[in-house]
């Protein structure tokens, strides 16, 4: 039986072309003359054109093979197809419902959102006991000591126990700050080196001060608990509160750049994570440094406690009384420092349109005195920064996303200053038009301020938020000037005040 060649130009298939063979002869016996090879044949896929052999008259049956692309494009869709049904089973039976006809493969499935991070549970605050004198040395062997003890007498040694206690638990916390606070964040780089600087300020100049009074205490401190005489070592003790001078002083710019980064995404964690640690006490970074500025105006308080039941030892009374005036006057310079300072921060946020503007007042200003929002006739919001040398009106600004303020008009100096309190009813607001119309509007809370000589400059009528607001403001400039001037009720309100 000789095989027919068949030629075929599509090479996506290659066929062959098996001859029908007749089993039987005419009479219906098997062919003698018949051999059947059953060995299988390999068939060469030629590049384009398929042969196929075979007699033309012969009935022939064909059977079409894949080539080999094919074969490996329908494997890898079955392994995808298994793959994907190992993952989203239902996601591709979906797929299928869909689209019954023909095959598709399903998208690899989306990766699942990362969830956002959840705080752990916080932990128990580490609260501090407050636990008295009496409480910590009136058992065992010091029952008939305290028995000894008149009321007087116990009314000081607590007096020097609150003393004692509260310079060891603020010892504490300021370790805490420089240790798992400060040094962190150097070490994490949350923070530059300068900001870190300006946030703690001299805060390992303070630990040495509550280090040493704590130590002079523990060594006046008898085996029964009592501690008879600590004027001496109190007083000789307060000229070291002098460091609290500086660390007051920075209490403005630490503020504001605890303000400006305790928004960021890291310091905000690193913060809440502190903040939940039993260490804190639930407090956060701020109140812990500020506990130490309340700490330092609290003491004379304490040691006036001590000298009130100091009654028989006079060395010890006069002892205390000086350290008491000592430290008064370390406050004061902490207090005129810390003015200084928020004089300088407040200069610093003003920005001026004219050269006009920058008057030598601003400058020879050493007080802040206070600041504030105001309204003028118009509704617009200004503020008001008054200095102890001149007044300044401003408009609220951004500056490289910084919060600053543009001076408004010409700074009023405080020797050149005249305030007028206007009564509620006199003055109209809206604009130039609605002034003078029928039925307007008319203010309330509201301050005139301008110069002396109002030919230098112009005047500014400002209202304040409400009466406590402007009783506020009045008392504040009477720290400043004289010039002030309490306009009386006019009988017609109606007329527009000139």
Known sequence: MTPNKVTFADDSQDCLIEPEVKMKGADGAPRSDLTVDLKPKKRRNSGSDVEISGDENENC????????QKKSKR???????????????????????????GFKVP????????SPYKPPQPSPAKRRQQVSWVDSFAGGQNANTLSAFSHVDIKRQEAIYELYQGEKDMLEDLANVAKLYRDTLVTLGLMTASD????????????PVHRDLLDRLEAQRKPDGTSMSVGKEILEWTNKLSAY?????????????????KNEPALNDFY???QASPFSRKLDLWSLLDGARGRFVKYPLLIRSIAKYTLNDREEAENLEQSIKEMETIIQEADEATGLARCEHAKSLLIYLYDDQRVSAIQDSQAFVCSGCMKNTKGSKLHVFLFDKVLLVSRSC????KQMYQIYRQPIPTAELLVQD???GEVKLGSFRNAFGQGGLTGKNVIRLSFMDTEKGQTHTLIANDEHDKRQWMQAFHKVTSNIVVVPESKNKDKPSS
Do not use: M, W, Y
């Open 398 to 401: 951004t500056q490289s996303g």
């Open 196 to 207: 870190v600087c300006t946030l703690f300020g001299n805060i390992d100049n303070l630990i």
């Open 75 to 101: 494997s890898l869709l079955r392994v995808s197809t298994s793959l994907v049904n190992l993952i989203s089973p239902g996601r591709h039976h979906q797929k299928q419902q869909q689209d019954p006809d």
């Open 422 to 424: 206007l009564p509620d």
């Open 61 to 68: 049956r064909i059977r079409f093979l894949s080539v080999r």
């Open 245 to 261: 001078v500086t660390f007051c002083a920075n209490q403005i710019k630490a503020k504001e750049i605890f303000d400006e980064k």
């Open 272 to 274: 809440q994570r502190c």
């Open 107 to 114: 998208c690899s499935p989306s990766r699942q959102p990362t």
